[in-house]
């Protein structure tokens, strides 16, 4: 098993033995008191830190300019094979010649 499995199943593990040892009721203050059982709030905010983790560490997509390039129809390619924008100027392309 890969060390991602593994650290999964001993943070399940260790959730669900606290959440379980944690069901009697408190008083929580939301907008006024209320009587809810630890085990709500705890599952609430292990939830609610699993969410934000996830969405922090997930990786950003990068555009990729290569692709970009590859859909422009304005493009030709040089005897070298070397793809070039068409917007260059005619004396451009003799200079890079």
């Known amino acids: 098993m890969s060390f991602k499995t593994i650290f999964i199943i001993i943070v399940s593990v260790l959730v669900t033995v606290i959440l379980m040892n944690n069901t009697d009721e408190i ?3 939301i ?3 209320a009587k ?3 085990l ?3 599952g609430f905010m292990f939830g609610l830190g699993s969410i934000v983790g996830y969405l922090a560490g997930r990786p950003r997509k990068k555009p990729n300019r290569h692709e970009d390039l ?3 129809e304005d493009e030709f390619t040089n005897p070298n094979g070397n793809k070039e924008s068409s917007r260059l100027s005619d004396e451009d392309r ?3 010649k």
Request: avoid cysteine; aromatic fraction near 22%.
């Open 27 to 29: 008083q929580f203050w």
């Open 31 to 33: 907008f006024g008191n």
């Open 36 to 38: 809810i059982p630890k």
């Open 40 to 42: 709500a709030v705890l």
């Open 70 to 72: 590859e859909d422009n």
């Open 94 to 96: 003799e200079y890079i």
